[in-house]
């Protein structure tokens, strides 16, 4: 939800993985990999476009598994649709990237920028997601869940 200045809001989250820089930022970057990783508890990937480099684009649908979810999808009923494109690519460090919800409500409109910086730690890499311009009708609480979830994802297929 907009604070009182008018800001969206920025929500966040991280966890260490027991990989390398390198393989984590080829998971990042490789499209079946994306398919696979992303989408977070209860949804599937499909990968429509994917350009990974910087300024190419992409186009995901997240989907759900069955039609027994809690929340409607943002684009249809079971389906969340996104589009956007590779701001800046430093390689095994960051991936920004800036994404737009395919929706009707205008509660999802606007470009939220997502972050993914590798930091590597004796344990592996800390993956650090920052999500800037949350759309209003995406709630914290939602979203920190499947931040999280995206990022057990990220772990099992990189560990």
């Not at 992303?38 to 499909?46: A, F, H, I, T």
């Not at 969340?80 to 929706?103: S, T």
């Not at 800390?126 to 800037?132: K, S, T």
């Amino acid at each position: 939800m907009a604070n009182v200045s008018g800001e969206k809001r920025t929500d966040a989250g991280s966890r260490v993985i027991r990989a390398l820089p390198q393989k984590i930022y080829r998971a990042l970057l490789d499209p079946a990999a994306v398919a696979s990783w992303r989408p977070p508890k209860g949804m599937k990937g499909e990968i429509h476009t994917f350009e990974p480099r910087e300024g190419g684009r992409f186009r995901m649908s997240l989907v759900y598994a069955g039609t027994d979810h809690a929340l409607r999808g943002k684009t249809s009923e079971h389906a969340d649709v996104v589009e956007g494109r590779f701001l800046k690519l430093v390689p095994d460090a960051r991936v920004v990237e800036l994404v737009e919800f395919v929706a009707d409500d205008p509660a999802f409109a606007g470009a939220m920028t997502i972050t993914t910086t590798l930091t590597p730690v004796p344990d592996g890499t800390e993956v650090h997601i920052v999500c800037e311009n949350v759309p209003e009708g995406i709630s914290a609480a939602d979203h920190q869940a499947g931040i999280a979830s995206t990022l057990e994802n990220l772990a099992a297929f990189t560990e």
